[in-house]
Nanobody, 120 residues
Framework: QVQLVESGGGLVQPGGSLRLSCAASGSIFSRYTMGWYRQAPGKQRELVAT?????????ADSVKGRFTISRDNAKNKNTLYLRMSSLKPEDTAVYSCNAVHELIGGHDYWGQGTQVTVSS
């Protein structure tokens, strides 16, 4: 079992930056592929970025070059990050953290989400 708690969302002007955090607890964080997803009003949830236990990353085309996903696997950290820069109004969404165990099926967890609003 993994518990995920996101933080760091808020209101930012176009062109600004934010860093989201996702604190994980309850299992061995380092055995999970972690990801950020987002859902805008009236739209389906979409992948933003993922990072494997080994550090391999994958980004949606819409955020490449602007967003950076990273993770801290230290026992006292167990935290996933998303650094967002050059934010655009179309980045406005609820951003959610996801954890998927890399070896055991059915271990797929979600956080509650944090709101990011890009507006002047």
């Amino acid at each position: 079992q993994v518990q995920l708690v996101e933080s760091g969302g808020g209101l930012v002007q176009p062109g600004g930056s934010l860093r989201l955090s996702c604190a994980a607890s309850g299992s061995i964080f380092s055995r999970y592929t972690m990801g950020w997803y987002r859902q805008a009003p009236g739209k389906q949830r979409e992948l933003v970025a993922t990072i494997t236990s080994g550090g391999s990353t994958n980004y949606a085309d819409s955020v490449k070059g602007r967003f950076t996903i990273s993770r801290d696997n230290a026992k006292n950290k167990n935290t996933l990050y998303l650094r967002m820069s050059s934010l655009k109004p179309e980045d406005t969404a609820v951003y959610s953290c996801n954890a998927v165990h890399e070896l055991i099926g059915g271990h797929d967890y979600w956080g509650q989400g944090t709101q990011v609003t890009v507006s002047s």
